[in-house]
């Protein structure tokens, strides 16, 4: 069993999918810092995913520093990375302007998109299981 | 981190105008593509297309009438126990000694093939919750589909063929399946070709697909490159458009208007000549809908631009 969820949608690239499941099971705290990562292998078997693109997110999220490769051990969640600033500014200018665009495309009020903000905030803030869910390999 | 699979570099087949006559019919034609060490390669089509009678002709079972095919860097034609001791083959109608039990099908195979790992075979044999004392001939469908799986990954082989394995397997077998075909994956050489009627059935498996119809190759490529260059656009066609613009890109499959809206398929999307294209015959259209497809979708607007074009010609 994988310690995060990834529910596949068809359309978007697989690799995108559970590229973005990984960051959010980091954010929300269902995967913590030393624990132990899925291998390629298992993630492909458990997720029926061909290898090479289970290897390359692998590949992405330690390049990211978001998972740390530790020589016998294998595989573990890494320290979440301070943001630099070209990221920041990303998020922060060109993300949330094309969010801004899209809710004043559909008439909604700054509040409807703060509550939601704020929602989703809370929702990944909380780690939504216990630490005795940790992934044992 | 693991060792990766090598790069898909080097091909494991190499297939050459490869072409097959039975009688006046021809099955397959002209066949010419690669398939690269270390990929999943799905080889699809539908019913009657040619898979089977190319599979045939690359492990030797049945003679080319003109081309060529190489396999692990050696002319299918003289293909011998060596090299077969390191291709698995599993086909839709693999014929089984039907008399022998599993236990004793292994047996058989076993000293054929010097690579053979009986912790991985007996590792298989409990996954797939095979009963090892049971005749073949009193299994399920499914049960002796995972037996001639076994028999055919427990050397390890190089190179995994696989003629439509899933036809007739219920989704949990089928699941079993899969998952023990990834077994493969924790070693450093290992290559799946696997033929199929039905995309969905290795949709997020294969990261090279070939697509053939009536014996002929339609394309050859990874899907991330196919799934990169394929858009699903909508827009509304704008003032003064009525009907279809005559001459549309011939990369622009199966384009439909319905009422004020268009909708096509763009084979070869690229922003900035799709957004040109389009003010070119649409100049009053509308922002388009831009949508990334499914593997499922690539291979249905591809399907139904093949019947577009044999209904014209």
């Not at chain 2, 040619?50 to 492990?59: P, V």
């Not at chain 2, 001639?148 to 050397?155: K, M, N, P, R, V």
């Not at chain 2, 969905?200 to 002929?216: K, P, Q, S, T, Y």
């Amino acid at each position: 069993m994988l310690p995060f969820p990834v529910a596949f949608k068809l359309g978007s690239p697989v690799y995108e999918q559970l590229l973005y499941a990984v960051e959010k099971a980091v954010i929300s705290g269902l995967i913590q810092p030393g624990d132990k990562f899925p291998s390629v292998r298992t993630l492909s078997q458990e997720l029926r995913i061909n290898p090479n693109t289970a290897h390359k997110v692998v590949a992405v999220l330690v390049g990211q520093g978001l998972l740390e490769v530790n020589p016998g051990i294998g595989t573990v969640v890494g320290k979440q990375p301070k943001a630099t600033s070209k990221q920041r500014s990303e998020l922060l200018g060109d993300d949330v302007e094309h969010l801004v665009v899209e809710a004043k495309k559909l008439q909604l009020e700054l509040e409807d998109l703060t509550d939601a903000v704020e929602s989703h905030w809370n929702n990944l803030t909380q780690p939504p299981c216990p630490p005795s869910s940790k992934y044992k390999a | 981190m693991e060792q990766p699979n090598p790069t898909p570099m080097s091909p494991i087949i190499e297939i050459q105008s490869l072409t097959r006559r039975f009688g006046r019919q021809e099955a397959v034609r002209d066949l010419t593509f690669e398939v690269p060490k270390g990929s999943i390669y799905a080889f699809l089509g539908p019913n009657g297309a040619g898979k089977t009678t190319t599979i045939k002709m690359l492990l030797n079972i049945l003679q080319a009438s003109s081309g060529s095919a190489r396999i692990l860097g050696i002319d299918s034609k003289d293909l011998g126990p060596r090299e077969l001791a390191q291709i698995g083959y599993v086909s839709e109608n693999q014929q089984l000694p039907e008399w022998m039990s599993v236990q004793q099908l292994i047996n058989y195979c076993k000293p054929m093939y010097p690579t053979w790992d009986d912790a991985f075979c007996a590792k298989l044999l409990k996954d797939f919750e095979l009963p090892p004392e049971k005749k073949l001939k009193n299994l399920s469908r499914g049960m002796k589909v995972k037996a001639a799986l076994i028999t055919s990954l427990a050397y390890r082989p190089k190179l995994l063929v696989l003629d439509e394995p899933f036809t007739g397997l219920d989704p949990l077998v089928r699941d079993e399946f899969i998952r023990g075909m990834l077994e493969l994956s924790g070693q450093s050489d290992w290559t799946v070709f696997v033929s199929s009627h039905d995309i969905d059935e290795v949709d997020r498996l294969a990261d090279w697909v070939g697509i053939i119809n009536e014996g002929h190759l339609h394309l050859s490529e990874p899907t991330e490159s196919l799934q990169a260059r394929f858009r699903l656009l909508m827009f509304t066609a704008g003032e003064g458009t009525t009907q279809l613009p005559q001459n549309l890109p011939e990369n622009w499959l199966i384009p439909e208007m319905s009422g004020h809206s268009v909708r096509l398929v763009d084979s070869q999307f690229q922003e900035e000549q799709t957004l040109n294209n389009l003010r070119r015959f649409f100049p009053n259209a509308g922002e388009p809908a831009v949508t990334v497809m499914s593997l499922r979708d690539i291979f249905l607007a591809l399907a139904r631009s093949f019947r577009f074009k044999t209904d014209a010609s």
